[in-house]
């Protein structure tokens, strides 16, 4: 299902304004890409595309953004399966044939319990499906059609699991690990073909969603969401190649990352 400007029920004619950033979001219903919905919204010609597998919530979403802005231009794009290299290409497609998308931002992914699926190979498939295959698949998909017009930003939250592989996200961290080696050879391509498109990895630690509500019920210590999505926004808006959010993750995952293999294997973390 593709919503085109405007939506039926909300008074937001399409933007004239060719400078105006055309966003779009894959996995807009994800707690961080909605908080960071709600910043860009705030700006003058917001443009916004929310891509997800859920037509009431991203309507509900997008009715919010105009709630928030009613100058905002919020599209819907529904995905039928996030695993699938054809529906990952009808995405990119509509959302480009909307407007050329300035901004990508690829947010979608899930946290199974490592204990409940590493002997359940199915339930592996699926979480590497989803935190991996496809995002490296929408990110390649945008990628393309910026490299085409030589411009705009694709930007794709990986996780600080994704820097060393560790026994209680064993599957997840091995997924993440793809999305970063492939966000560094993407870079690596824009910067010898000197382009101008940017590509973006996001890595942040544990932070306050619907995908940790069962660490927070643990009491574990989680990062404001706000507070990750207002980075996640600048360090797009500066172009930063990576981001690790907040920013001590950075300091930390190197001193993990950095542990020999002898000590790293005696601590239970
Ligand atoms: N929260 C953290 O501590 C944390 C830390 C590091 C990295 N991250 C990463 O940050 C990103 C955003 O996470 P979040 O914390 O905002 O999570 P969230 O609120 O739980 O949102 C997860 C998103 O993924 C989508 N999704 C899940 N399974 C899907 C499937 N099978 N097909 C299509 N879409 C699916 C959900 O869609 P529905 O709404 O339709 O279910 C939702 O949009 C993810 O890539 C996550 O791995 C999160």
Avoid at 52 to 81: F, H, S
Avoid at 242 to 257: K, T
Wanted: aromatic share 4%; net charge positive; charged share 20%.
């Amino acid at each position: 299902m593709t919503r085109p400007f405007p939506m039926p029920h909300a008074p937001c004619p399409m933007s004239n304004d060719t400078t105006a950033a055309h966003i779009a979001i894959v996995g807009a219903t994800s707690g961080m890409a909605e908080h960071c919905a709600r910043i860009w919204a705030s700006r003058e010609n917001a443009r916004l595309t929310l891509i997800g597998r859920r037509p009431e919530a991203l309507a509900r979403i997008a009715d919010d953004l105009r709630v928030r802005n009613p100058a905002a231009t919020v599209a819907v794009i529904e995905q039928r399966d996030a695993r699938d290299p054809a529906d990952i290409e009808r995405v990119v497609t509509q959302a480009h044939a909307l407007a050329p998308v300035d901004i990508a931002l690829v947010a979608h992914g899930l946290l199974p319990e490592q204990a409940a699926i590493q002997d359940d190979l199915q339930r592996c498939a699926e979480a590497l499906a989803i935190n991996g295959d496809s995002p490296v698949l929408y990110a390649a998909a945008f990628a393309r059609h910026m490299i085409a017009r030589g411009a705009g930003t694709v930007a794709v939250i990986g996780s600080v699991a994704g820097d060393r592989g560790r026994k209680g996200n064993t599957i997840y961290g091995a997924a993440k690990a793809m999305v970063d080696v492939y966000m560094q050879g993407l870079q690596h391509r824009l910067a010898i073909e000197k382009s101008a498109v940017r590509a973006i990895l996001i890595k942040p630690g544990p932070t306050d969603t619907p995908m940790t509500a069962h660490l927070r019920a643990r009491g574990a210590r989680l990062a404001p969401v706000e507070q990750v999505a207002a980075g996640i926004v600048r360090a797009i808006d500066r172009g930063q190649p990576v981001a690790y959010l907040p920013a001590r993750w950075r300091l930390i995952m190197g001193v993990i990352r950095h542990l020999p293999r002898w000590v790293f294997n005696r601590v239970d973390i």
